[in-house]
């Protein structure tokens, strides 16, 4: 179905090969001719992200020094929305990658993501106001929080729900005393959106998380993946502003949060080894709260 939403669309893409690659949460993907990458939502959410990406990635190419997804196939037919764009050339740089290469090349790496987020982060403020309205750090992780208990309550005791209450209450409270600069984030940033090829990075990918919201967010998976020694280079080359709760939000919500993400799209695809893993990721967490 989706290679012939491409071709009719597309003619010229008749006689291609297409190779359907199964990675990634929300998104089906065909490889055409092993260079165009074609992407189709799997949901109506995930619509709304593509379309939120040929909103930005236009206008972000010119401002970014690294490559990012160029679209120069896309479709925004009610019901048939997909885009292409040629593959960017690298490898993921997972943790185990980083971990091999010389303390130099550590460095140079973090220095271009540093000056990635940089620039990211200086997008300008009016069209992101214009586009997202108010910053809704807050409002998402509320939201998070009533799904976790709408959907996932029955996997959690009644005062392990308690806690889920406290340890969302008090991220509402940290942010309450924060002084952050609200920034467009790529929202998803870890080592399997980044690409790496002959010692520097080739490019950023999966944009569809953005939205104007706190810049630490964009430091979590970097945190994760690359440790916090390699996270304080990273910092020592951000331009953007810190506030004194920078590092704070990262390490006490938004590293302990990811686990409640797995625990949802789990039980959206029927995984229970990926659910009750998560669950005891984050009852790490909860074990914590008083």
Same mark, same amino acid.
């Given at each position: 179905?989706?290679?012939?939403?491409?071709?009719?669309?597309?003619?010229?893409?008749?006689?291609?090969?297409?190779?359907?690659?199964?990675?990634?949460?929300?998104?089906?993907?065909?490889?055409?001719?092993?260079?165009?990458?074609?992407?189709?939502?799997?949901?109506?959410?995930?619509?709304?992200?593509?379309?939120?990406?040929?909103?930005?990635?236009?206008?972000?190419?010119?401002?970014?020094?690294?490559?990012?997804?160029?679209?120069?196939?896309?479709?925004?037919?009610?019901?048939?929305?997909?885009?292409?764009?040629?593959?960017?050339?690298?490898?993921?740089?997972?943790?185990?990658?980083?971990?091999?290469?010389?303390?130099?090349?550590?460095?140079?790496?973090?220095?271009?993501?540093?000056?990635?987020?940089?620039?990211?982060?200086?997008?300008?403020?009016?069209?992101?106001?214009?586009?997202?309205?108010?910053?809704?750090?807050?409002?998402?992780?509320?939201?998070?929080?009533?799904?976790?208990?709408?959907?996932?309550?029955?996997?959690?005791?009644?005062?392990?729900?308690?806690?889920?209450?406290?340890?969302?209450?008090?991220?509402?409270?940290?942010?309450?005393?924060?002084?952050?600069?609200?920034?467009?984030?790529?929202?998803?940033?870890?080592?399997?959106?980044?690409? *790496?090829?002959?010692?520097?990075?080739?490019?950023?990918?999966?944009?569809?998380?953005?939205?104007?919201?706190?810049?630490? *967010?964009?430091?979590?998976?970097?945190?994760?993946?690359?440790?916090?020694?390699?996270?304080?280079?990273?910092?020592?080359?951000?331009?953007?502003?810190?506030?004194?709760?920078?590092?704070?939000?990262?390490?006490?919500?938004?590293?302990?949060?990811?686990?409640?993400?797995?625990?949802?799209?789990?039980?959206?695809?029927?995984?229970?080894?990926?659910?009750?893993?998560?669950?005891?990721?984050?009852?790490?967490?909860?074990?914590?709260?008083?």
């Amino acid at each position: 179905m989706n290679k012939e939403l491409i071709i009719s669309k597309y003619p010229e893409f008749s006689e291609s090969i297409f190779v359907v690659n199964n990675y990634g949460w929300t998104n089906d993907v065909l490889i055409a001719d092993e260079h165009i990458i074609f992407r189709f939502p799997k949901n109506s959410e995930s619509a709304e992200n593509l379309k939120k990406e040929m909103f930005f990635l236009p206008k972000l190419k010119n401002l970014l020094s690294i490559n990012i997804p160029d679209f120069k196939y896309f479709s925004e037919d009610s019901g048939s929305i997909f885009c292409g764009y040629e593959m960017i050339k690298g490898i993921f740089l997972e943790k185990d990658i980083f971990e091999s290469l010389p303390h130099d090349e550590k460095i140079s790496l973090c220095n271009e993501i540093g000056i990635f987020l940089s620039e990211l982060h200086s997008f300008p403020e009016n069209i992101l106001k214009n586009y997202f309205g108010e910053d809704s750090s807050e409002l998402q992780f509320l939201k998070l929080k009533n799904e976790l208990i709408k959907k996932a309550g029955f996997l959690f005791s009644e005062k392990e729900i308690k806690k889920i209450h406290i340890f969302f209450d008090s991220f509402i409270n940290l942010m309450k005393k924060s002084n952050y600069k609200s920034s467009l984030i790529h929202g998803d940033l870890s080592s399997d959106h980044i690409l *790496y090829k002959n010692k520097r990075l080739s490019g950023v990918i999966d944009f569809g998380d953005m939205n104007y919201s706190d810049p630490a *967010y964009d430091f979590t998976g970097l945190f994760l993946c690359f440790g916090e020694k390699y996270f304080k280079y990273i910092l020592n080359f951000y331009s953007g502003i810190t506030d004194d709760n920078f590092n704070e939000r990262i390490k006490k919500f938004y590293i302990p949060k990811i686990p409640i993400h797995s625990i949802l799209y789990g039980l959206e695809i029927n995984d229970t080894d990926l659910v009750k893993n998560s669950c005891k990721n984050f009852r790490i967490t909860l074990e914590n709260i008083i």
